[in-house]
């Protein structure tokens, strides 16, 4: 399946239909609550992501661990994580079983694809790489 979401993003055009409207708050609150995400770019997986209960989030990659809240903001799903200033927002689309999404909401950038994982994802003992 990742290997056809990549194939996919390749194709002209593929990323850019105007009948892919971004998830709702409530539909991506359905689909992420209570579940770990692994999060991948054309490079490969890069970070994974816990989705708790009262729109709080884990955010876990090589550098750093973080904690914080998503929230709606128009069309866009903003993080605020503890410690960072500015938040982190995407417009998410349902693939079936997987998310894509684009940073800010910009389809001309390169998207992220979200994966179900089977790990849950603390900070507990997190020391970096």
């Known amino acids: ?3 056809l979401a990549l194939v996919l993003m390749l194709l002209p055009g593929a990323t850019l239909a105007e009948g892919d409207p971004p998830m709702t708050a409530e539909a991506f609150e359905r689909f992420v609550e209570g579940r770990t995400m692994d999060t ?6 890069y970070g994974v992501e816990t989705f708790l209960p009262g729109r709080r989030a ?17 069309d866009l799903i903003c993080f605020d994580y503890q410690g960072i200033d500015l938040p982190y ?18 389809r001309a950038t390169e998207p992220i694809m979200l994966y179900p994982a089977e790990d849950v994802v603390t900070c507990e003992g997190y020391f970096g790489v």
Do not use: F, K, V
């Open 89 to 106: 927002c995407w417009t998410y689309h349902d693939r079936g079983g997987w998310l894509m999404a684009w940073l800010d909401g910009d």
């Open 40 to 45: 991948h770019n054309r490079s490969g997986r």
């Open 1 to 3: 399946m990742r290997a």
């Open 58 to 74: 884990i955010w876990r990659d090589a550098e750093q661990c973080l904690e914080g809240r998503w929230r709606p903001q128009g």
